[in-house]
């Protein structure tokens, strides 16, 4: 059966968090649904046919976001990125020459161009290309017929403007557990040095008995430098790193976990934002050690869900109290799970999934 939604990047990895629970929402909808984008294929969402290409440089990037929108099937062409969003408007064109129309939705769920303000890579031409792609990717998100924004703060000047959160989605989390034997921290998402990837070895290096488990790529820059510190004798016996898995494939790491790390720098775009694992750590029952940014840290005072510290050795003060103090983190980690219900995306992603279906030619039948 030929698909009716599209959902096309050329910069995720087809086994990022986002595109599996849009995907999921849609499938839920009674939509087909095929998915194009980078990395394995069995990666991708179950719920989806998902083909895949190999990440590249910036000419390939830009090549992706080209093509792989010609090579879309669906009535619907869903872009996550700018610079595929840019990609999906051209591919638009082209169908009208053949008589045949296409619906455009896209996916805005950063700030790309202080995003940007994040990679040590985005100088020179590679950063200039890069530049050039944000602005035609804001551009055609402006000019479809639905965009979709990951929270408030963005493009409030667009009409057709969808508010869908990163906010959890408990079909594919464990719920909480109880806490393991041994004290464990958990981090899912990309790793890098503006993320606390440094940060995070440094607290558990502080806290004897600890462990941690690092789920997603980590950034070509940061790699060499945390290969070594992973080989160091205390950090080879307590930190795991399983590399880049599917969400459902890497929650289950929380079961028996202790808490969430989010040690993220003070950039530009981390301050406006949320990040999704704040809500997925609470609704995973996980205590939360997060960074002073404005509304992460928010969250995490006012549901008395976990600390918030300045730096590496605050986060390492947090897990060596709790170890001494079980009672202490017994009632933050009841806190985190009586907050947990509060930030579920249901809603949010019901919302989207009726508003691509009302852009489908083939009629979907309601509540399928």
């Not at 030929?2 to 595109?19: K, N």
């Not at 090549?63 to 990125?81: K, Q, S, Y």
């Not at 906010?167 to 040095?193: E, K, Q």
């Not at 510290?309 to 390492?316: E, I, L, R, S, Y």
Request: aromatic share 6%; glycine share 8%; with cysteine.
């Amino acid at each position: 059966m030929r698909p009716q939604v599209s959902i096309v990047t050329s910069g995720h990895d087809v086994a990022d968090a986002r595109l599996h629970r849009e995907v999921a929402a849609l499938s839920r909808r009674g939509l087909e649904v095929e998915v194009l984008g980078l990395g394995q294929a069995a990666a991708g969402p179950p719920e989806a046919s998902t083909r895949s290409w190999r990440r590249g440089g910036g000419l390939r990037r830009s090549w992706h976001a080209l093509t792989l929108p010609l090579r879309a099937r669906g009535d619907v062409l869903v872009a996550l990125d700018p610079d595929s969003a840019a990609g999906v408007w051209l591919a638009r064109g082209l169908r009208r020459l053949t008589g045949r129309r296409i619906a455009v939705v896209t996916d805005v769920h950063e700030d790309y161009e202080l995003l940007l303000q994040d990679r040590p890579w985005a100088s020179g031409v590679r950063g200039a290309l890069a530049s050039v792609w944000a602005r035609l990717g804001i551009r055609a998100a402006q000019r479809a017929d639905l965009l979709v924004v990951a929270d408030q703060h963005l493009m409030t000047d667009v009409e057709r403007r969808l508010v869908v959160r990163n906010l959890a989605d408990t079909s594919m989390l464990p719920g909480p557990t109880a806490p393991g034997p041994t004290p464990r921290a958990l981090y899912i998402g990309d790793l890098r040095r503006s993320r606390g990837l440094f940060a995070m070895l440094d607290a558990v290096e502080a806290a004897p008995g600890w462990e941690l488990d690092l789920v997603g790529p980590i950034a070509p820059a940061d790699r060499e430098e945390f290969l070594e510190r992973l080989a160091s004798p205390v950090l080879a016996e307590c930190v795991r790193w399983h590399g880049r898995q599917p969400p459902r494939e890497a929650w289950t790491l929380a079961r028996g976990a202790w808490v969430g790390l989010l040690l993220l720098d003070q950039t530009p775009a981390f301050r406006d934002a949320i990040p999704s694992k704040l809500y997925e750590y609470l609704a995973c029952g996980l205590a939360v050690v997060a960074t002073d940014l404005p509304r992460s840290a928010r969250v995490v005072r006012e549901s008395a869900a976990g600390v918030v510290v300045d730096d590496a050795a605050g986060a390492a003060e947090a897990l060596r109290t709790w170890q001494a103090d079980l009672g202490g983190f017994s009632r933050v980690r009841d806190a985190a799970v009586a907050a947990g219900g509060a930030y579920v995306a249901e809603d949010d992603l019901s919302a989207f999934a009726d508003a691509v279906a009302a852009l489908v030619k083939t009629p979907v039948a309601a509540g399928v």
